[in-house]
Every structure is written in C-alpha cells, then in structure tokens.
C-alpha cells in the first residue's frame, strides 16, 4: 500500500510555463488537500476537495486550480507560474471532509520558479 | 486569516529535559486542537489532538493541554530524546469549524 504518492519529487520551471503537479491516494479517502510550505510561514491550504467532484478554495487559491475526477487523484496547475510560487508543495487527504479527521500527507514537491 | 501564533519559535533543551510549546488561537468557534510533527525533509505527520471537551490528553512522552478561556493550547514533550528534533506545527480547526490553520511552526533541537 503506497498511501499517497506525489509526483514530480522536484522541479524547476521558468517563469510562465504550465505545471500540474500531481497527487495520488490508494486509501480511498474522500478529502484531499494542497497546501504550500514556505519558511516562516508554516502550511497554507490552496485549495481542498470534500469529494470527489467537488473542490473549493483555501487561503491562498490565487494562481492556482484544481480537478477531482475520481476519489484517488487531485492534482494541482499553476497556469503560468511566476517565481512567488516557489514553495514546497504537499498534498494531503482524510478519510472524510471533516476537519477533525487525521490529514495524512505526501512526501512534497520542491518547485522552484526562475 | 485567522490568527494562529505559536512561541517559542526555536527551543533547545538538553536531552531528558521537557519542552513545551505554546499556540494561541483567535477563532472562539475552534474546537479540535491538533499538533503535527515535522522532521527535517519528511512530511508532517499528527502526533496528538485534542477537542474542547477535555483539557488534557497524554500519549505516552506527550500531551496537549487546553485553555478554551484563554484560547491556547500547549504541546508539552518529557524525557525529551534526540529523535524528538523536529519542527512542530499547531493546526486548530477555524473559520467556523472549517479548515485547519497551521502555526508558523517551533524548531525543537534537543541536544546531548
């Protein structure tokens, strides 16, 4: 059982250039999550998915979108990235959209933006 | 945003000592308080919550205490080990009973 899987590890991308980073569960949880992390600034929720179908937007949404087609992917695109998104990004999911559900978390991505 | 702080934001203890961690919170709404365990290059991962019935939770080494007066709620570490270094993260629940808040995290170094 991989749990859930990110990919890719690392990236960097110039400025402008399309990017989807892509998250995968096996665990069959309904909610998943992004968040970026910067320092000093602990984790930021982007956006999240209750279920499938559904997503919504977090604290920092600008710049970013989301899909949920299925139960097990979610990725997140930067249409257009621009060097303030450089961040590590980790996708996250719960059993249910309760926020008092434990959030497991993905290994991260380290994207880095020229 | 809601406001979310933690204090300190560094902490050195030697090891064997106790360590204890603070986030204040401004949601009066709030009612699950959990503490997420960072290591260096590794995910974050819960180590402990709690919920606004109760003032205190233990987990063997850890526990988490509740002021729902004073809004805030500590992390407190004893017999602290080397493998406890880690940055730690509070992330209690806000906008309404929502969403997570994450604090700006507390680099705990605990030294031989």
């Known amino acids: 059982i991989a749990g859930i899987t990110q990919a890719p590890t690392s990236q960097i991308l110039a400025a402008g250039r399309r990017m989807t980073l892509r998250c995968t569960q096996d665990?069959?949880?309904?909610?998943m999550y992004w968040y970026r992390q910067d320092l000093g600034l602990g984790l930021r929720l982007i956006h999240y998915?209750?279920?499938?179908?559904?997503?919504g937007k977090g604290e920092v949404p600008d710049g970013y979108s989301v899909s949920r087609a299925n139960t097990d992917d979610f990725p997140l695109t930067l249409a257009s990235a621009v060097p303030s998104q450089t961040s590590v990004y980790f996708c996250?999911?719960?059993?249910?959209?309760?926020?008092?559900?434990?959030?497991?978390f993905g290994p991260g991505t380290r994207l880095t933006v020229l | 945003g809601e406001n979310v702080e933690q204090h300190p934001s560094t902490l050195s203890v030697q090891e064997g000592d106790s360590a204890v961690i603070k986030c204040t919170y401004s949601?009066?709404?709030?009612?699950?308080f959990p503490w997420y365990k960072q290591e260096l290059g590794k995910r974050p991962q819960l180590i402990i919550d709690?919920?606004?019935?109760?003032g205190e939770k233990k987990d063997q080494r850890i526990a988490v205490t509740l002021n729902k007066t004073a809004k805030h709620f500590s992390l407190h570490i004893t017999e602290t080990q080397p493998e406890d270094s880690a940055v730690y993260f509070c992330?209690?629940?806000?906008?309404?009973?929502?969403?997570?808040?994450f604090g700006t995290g507390t680099q705990l170094k605990v030294e031989l």
């Open positions: 996250a999911s719960s059993a249910s959209g309760r926020a008092t559900d434990t959030q497991y």
């Open positions: 665990m069959r949880h309904n909610a």
């Open positions: 998915s209750n279920t499938a179908g559904t997503t």
């Open positions: 949601d009066s709404a709030s009612n699950y």
């Open positions: 709690i919920r606004s019935n109760v």
């Open positions: 992330a209690p629940l806000t906008g309404g009973g929502n969403k997570l808040t």
